[in-house]
T-cell receptor, first 116, second 115 residues
């Protein structure tokens, strides 16, 4: 069964600094998608970044980038130049697809605090 | 940017009562989902829905749960006889397509409290 593990329940970073949130997953599939979602205190989960497993190049979205290590089944999120608005819960998710349907398997989340 | 909207934001219900959680997915999306998050635990998949039928459901989604798309815009989750352990945050999500790079878009969630 696919599982997603986020080993850091909480992290903190100084404003303008860089922080890396870790995520590992377990799967026997060779092609899949991975996502990072952000859930600020306003509660809506917002997509931060996505990675297709067959793409070797790490995804980047402005200040957000991933370090995708397929062999190690690792998918960490790097936030550069952290801003106060980055404070949120961050969830790593693996997408399972089968028979024309899909579902997300989430990690437990990492609560990120940004200190001014 | 279009959003998934959920109502109510907080629902308090007596144990044994029926509750309906409502969601309005993004208008051109065809695939709909419900997830739940018990306080302090992971977000868990409940059910996916496409073309007016359930595509997949988890073992959590037992006979007490049902989903419906009663009209062209709403997607509802009904819990027939609520239990204390149903207390959780319930998230609705929708996606335009599946098995592509299109992500699922989530609503704000409904916090369900069973007394």
């Amino acid at each position: 069964a696919q599982t997603v593990t986020q080993s850091q329940p909480e992290m903190s970073v100084q404003e303008a600094e860089t922080v890396t949130l870790s995520c590992t997953y377990d799967t026997s599939e060779s092609d899949y998608y991975l996502f990072w979602y952000k859930q600020p205190p306003s509660r809506q989960m917002i997509l931060v970044i996505r990675q297709e497993a067959y793409k070797q190049q790490n995804a980047t979205e402005n200040r957000f980038s991933v370090n995708f290590q397929k062999a190690a089944k690792s998918f960490s999120l790097k936030i550069s130049d952290s801003q106060l608005g980055d404070a949120a819960m961050y969830f790593c998710a693996y997408r399972i697809t089968q028979g024309g349907s899909e579902k997300l398997v989430f990690g437990k989340g990492t609560k990120l605090t940004v200190n001014p | 940017e279009p959003e998934v909207t959920q109502t109510p934001s907080h629902q308090v219900t007596q144990m044994g009562q029926e509750v309906i959680l409502r969601c309005v997915p993004i208008s051109n999306h065809l695939y709909f989902y419900w997830y739940r998050q018990i306080l302090g635990q992971k977000v868990e998949f409940l059910v996916s829905f496409y073309n007016n039928e359930i595509s997949e459901k988890s073992e959590i989604f037992d006979d007490q749960f049902s989903v419906e798309r009663p009209d062209g815009s709403n997607f509802t989750l009904k819990i027939r006889s609520t239990k204390l352990e149903d207390s959780a945050m319930y998230f609705c999500a929708s996606s335009e397509r599946v098995q592509t790079n299109q992500p699922q878009h989530f609503g704000d969630g409904t916090r369900l409290s069973i007394l």
